[in-house]
């Protein structure tokens, strides 16, 4: 069954279903009003005019909660609040001592549908009229006690939850608000990339074109070299673009590990990552193939493992062929990862072998495990290099 964020509005029918279900789930505690419409031996007219009541009450009451976050204005909370309270003491007044229970939910719903000023105030007045309408009600005083309790817990913690709504909308838009901002700079930095290296190119381009339209009637062989100068610049231009597109596609390591921890905690996987890893003495390009298998690992675990847990570990060795940088990505999954090589894994497979690095992938008794290695090259890859971690675990 499809789940709802906490803080976030069902999306679907589905979504609706769900978070209906988990609001009505406390509605088991109207059990006293239903048995004393059934058992409590009231006439049938009696009956009919509780059952409306009741079923009133709790519609109303959904609809509070049910809208929580939503902005409403306090004052027709307030009023509905009110007319929630005023049905508790009617139904309690004229049908016995068992409709007290009723003001525990109008105190739930002040919690959940208020800011928490005004239910700090709310919920106690609603203490307050249901212990009046308690010591009214015959018999009523033996039930206060138990009704006092869950009346200001209930409405307590709703407080906490709405608040913890709030707090986690405002972190979403954050959070959209500095993706947003980052793919604007993203595009921003592109645009003068391509314009500090295009506009002198293009700029010359122009001018000799010009030049060799000039020559061309009278000087066809000083308008042909104008015409091989063109060829050469743009040439020049187009490996530049591809340079700069390169490396604007091409990922880092340590943003990889920090989308990482966020793709699997939103997947509900324990992540064991490496903090702040040292990458130096790294080349470029095998940074970023190991950043590319970083991605397609976790896109797997993600997607086919069902895995609980996600380890991740980037170590140094040293090899018959030199050192080398070790990342290794294991899952305790038994879903689809660990099967044949798709075009991820393919594909993953040439990149590595591009930077001089291999993969390995596989099953184990318990999961699925990739190893992705890449040469270390230059004096910082040391002769220690030999199973040091690059950074420590999370």
């Given at each position: 069954m ?43 007219g ?31 909370v ?11 003491a ?58 006092l ?7 307590f ?50 001018l ?21 100068d ?24 340590a ?14 996987v ?28 976790v896109?797997?675990v ?8 996600c380890?991740v ?36 497979t ?5 930077a ?39």
């Amino acid at each position: 069954m499809s789940s709802v964020g906490i803080g976030q509005r069902p999306q679907n029918r589905k979504q609706q279903i769900v978070k209906v279900v988990w609001t009505g789930i406390w509605l088991v505690y109207l059990s006293a009003p239903v048995s004393d419409l059934v058992h409590g031996g009231h006439s049938t007219g009696v009956v009919v005019l509780g059952w409306i009541g009741l079923i009133a009450f709790v519609l109303w009451y959904g609809a509070l909660v049910f809208r929580t976050g939503r902005g409403d204005g306090n004052r027709m909370v307030l009023g509905s609040l009110g007319a929630l309270a005023t049905q508790a003491a009617v139904l309690s007044l004229t049908l016995g001592r068992e409709w007290l229970v009723l003001f525990v939910y109008v105190a739930i719903a002040a919690g959940a549908a208020l800011p928490l000023r005004w239910a700090r105030l709310t919920i106690p007045a609603v203490a307050a009229v249901l212990t009046t309408v308690a010591l009214i009600v015959p018999g009523g005083r033996a039930y206060l006690a138990g009704l006092l309790i869950p009346a200001f817990l209930g409405g307590f913690a709703m407080t906490g939850v709405r608040e913890l709504l709030r707090t986690t909308i405002a972190l979403r838009e954050a959070r959209a608000t500095v993706a947003q901002l980052a793919a604007n700079e993203e595009r921003l930095r592109l645009a003068r990339d391509l314009h500090d290296l295009l506009g002198h190119s293009l700029s010359l381009i122009t001018l000799k074109s010009e030049l060799a339209g000039r020559m061309l009637p009278d000087h066809p062989e000083k308008a042909a070299q104008q015409v091989a100068d063109i060829e050469q610049v743009s040439r020049q231009a187009l490996v530049d673009v591809r340079e700069a597109v390169t490396g604007y596609r091409r990922p880092r390591l340590a943003g990889e590990l920090a989308g990482t921890q966020v793709a699997l905690t939103a997947a509900g996987v324990r992540a064991d990552l490496p903090v702040e890893p040292d990458l130096t003495g790294v080349p470029e390009e095998s940074e970023s193939a190991l950043a590319w298998a970083l991605r397609e690992a976790v896109t797997n675990v993600v997607r086919h493992s069902g895995a609980r847990r996600c380890t991740v570990e980037l170590l140094r060795r040293q090899t018959l062929d030199g050192p080398v940088l070790e990342l290794s990505v294991e899952d305790d999954g038994s879903g689809g990862s660990g099967g044949s090589h798709g075009n991820g894994l393919t594909g993953l497979t040439e990149r590595l072998e591009k930077a001089g690095g291999t993969l390995e992938a596989g099953r184990m008794r318990h999961g699925f495990r990739l190893v992705a290695r890449v040469p270390l090259t230059g004096a910082e890859a040391g002769a220690d290099a030999a199973d040091d971690p690059v950074g420590s675990g999370a």
